[in-house]
């Protein structure tokens, strides 16, 4: 029903002063709209800036320095020229595959549990609390716990227990990103999956997480950038090996080990593979991350096509 | 085909709230029913207690007797059974926004472990065509997701992935408040269409929907059902004074 005042309103005519400070207004709206917008530009270029500098810094110290060796051949023995960090690149891909195959799941699940079944219980509270607080942890004090805990019962350094620290601290970031994502899936896709008689653990399964999932894989995806990098987590877990090795229970070589291994040593040709290698892990990084992303936007249907 | 619906003495809180007073109805099978009042008298509520979806919310409860032809849906089965028997339809349209249009229809078979194809296909014909929205999507059945329909669409959409799990009553949560005018008649003519197969309740707020669409009317006033009678008796000669007033449009 049509509201009389209204109707008065509308057929009023504006009057010139109302005019003019319209013309105040825009004038106003339009200069403070492209501040603004300038701004958000302008953070935007701070915020690429550092990533895109490293990433030219590396290429002109590292670029030189790769070659064919580089990717084949296991580091050369310290006065010999050459050699490569084949093996420190499957060492990482081995710790970081252990790592996301043991903390995604576990950090999915508990995510799950946070926005499905925690909400305002005991339990819940207090495994958001200890999330946060881990995700707070040093990364040389979870190395130091692994140690503790695996390296020393088991009496030797392994891949095994540098894919467990990674692992472990994955999961803070993918639980609380699942979590997030979950409590942003509406109410009422919930509710129309219950409504057709489907289970609460199927409607979680196929509908909550299949609709949350690019916010969760995301997560994933930070969670794996952040790890993937991590030197001190490995230092006493991993430990670095100089030759090939795919064995779970034995030492194992990682990028950033041999990096940080390269870089305080003495000589300029260490130096030089140390850029390299940092290179190669931050491309490496690029490329899985691009490729999850790649593969995850296929099969998933947009809302306005 | 529909089943009758018996409600005998239903009470319903959320927390210390008392939503639902000893509200006692018999809804007819195969016959369209409004319920009408005003914002907050419960009537939303009660339909949620006819297919147990009132018990998801954890501070929820509920008291006395829903009978489905002879079955006590508290007493003799799990809420999952009788969701699969009463369809809801909700206000405003909810597909499954990463779903396409075919698996918005087919999500109440798939998501319960149905695969044959070939019947799938024909329950994802058949329920479109019911729901009048076959002719618009059957080009982009699998191409396009749910939620890039218009909000008529989508709604009926909705209307038509609850029929594919072939329900025996239909409840509607004001299905067009949330729709434009052309829609809201064709989710009406659709409601035509579907009480000769199924039982339907409607909560509406509109009081002309509910006199074009259905046969009988009940007004619930505070958590009470104040009236129930014929829709004509009840728009034209009501019992009660507060019906009166109601659709009279002294307060509301």
New interface residues.
Partial sequence: MIDETEQVKLDMEPGPLVMRNSRVNSLHRMLSDHLVTGLAVLSTIVVIAPLVSILLYLLYKGASSLNLAFFTHVPAPVGENGGGMANSILGSGIILGLASSMGIPVGIAAGVYLAEYGRGKMLGHAVRFTADVLNGVPSIVMGLAIYALIVVRQRHFSALSGGVALAIMMIPTVTRTTEEMLMTV?L??R?????????KW??IM??SL??A?PGIITGCMLAFARVAGETAPLLFTAFGNQFWSANLNQPIGALPLQIFVYAISPYDEWHRLAWAGALVLIMLIMVSVSLVRIVASRG?????? | MGVGIQVENLNAWYGSTHTLQDVTLHIPANRATALIGPSGCGKSTFVRCL?R?HE?NPIARVTGVVKMGELDIYKDASP??????V??V?Q?P???????IYDNVA??LK??GFRNRRILDEVVERSLKSAALWDEVKDDLKK??G??LSGGQQQRL?IA??LA?DPEVLLMDEPASALDPISTSKIEDLIFELKTQYTIVIVTHNMQQAARVAEGTGFFLNGKLVEFDQTHKIFTNPRDKRTEDYITGRFG
């Fill in positions: 509406p009422a896709v509710e129309a999956g219950f409504a057709l008689g489907v289970p199927r409607t196929s509908i299949r609709t999932s998933i249907l947009k809302g306005n096509q | 297919n979806m998801t999952v059974e009788i969701r699969r028997r369809g809801m909700f405003r909810n597909p499954f926004p990463t779903m396409s999500s109440g998501l319960n396009k997701s939620a890039s909705c992935r609850v799990v």
